[in-house]
């Protein structure tokens, strides 16, 4: 299993197989404002990253009929956040989460930590994605999908 970060770290003592570097990773992530913005990038093997979440079923059903792209979906944003914010963010990505697996799209997680004591264990990693309402296989399947796209 793998995550993107942003300071060096070891990945072994974090369980993980490796590390990608934000720097390195950057080539391969384009950076949408939206689903829609994201459904344009289809037939390209490239990680999609969404800046704001929104309900749109169209364009989820557009990525996965080629199976190409991968959203990416940042948890920092959540680790971060607190209160509200938090609660809205949680709510987006759940729901987003329910329907790429309905439809099939490939999804991924990472969390860019940023400093040395923000970089979370492959359990602390496992668990939030659980309160996100996926399974623990799904989990690991989703963060094994960064080594097919870096």
Known sequence: ????????????????????SSDSANSKIKIC???????KYKNQKMLLTIRELDFDIGSLKLL???KKACLL???SKIIKSNGIRRSIEFAKLRTTLKFCNKYGVFYTFAT???????????????AICMLLGINKGQVEFALSMLKNYL
């Open 1 to 20: 299993m793998f995550d993107i970060v942003k300071v060096h770290a070891d990945a072994k003592t974090h369980g993980f197989e490796k590390f990608y």
């Open 33 to 39: 404002s939206n689903l829609a913005d994201a459904a």
């Open 64 to 66: 996965a009929e080629k």
């Open 73 to 75: 979906f940042d948890l």
């Open 112 to 126: 860019f930590a940023d400093e040395e004591l923000a970089v979370r264990t492959i359990h602390e990693l496992t």
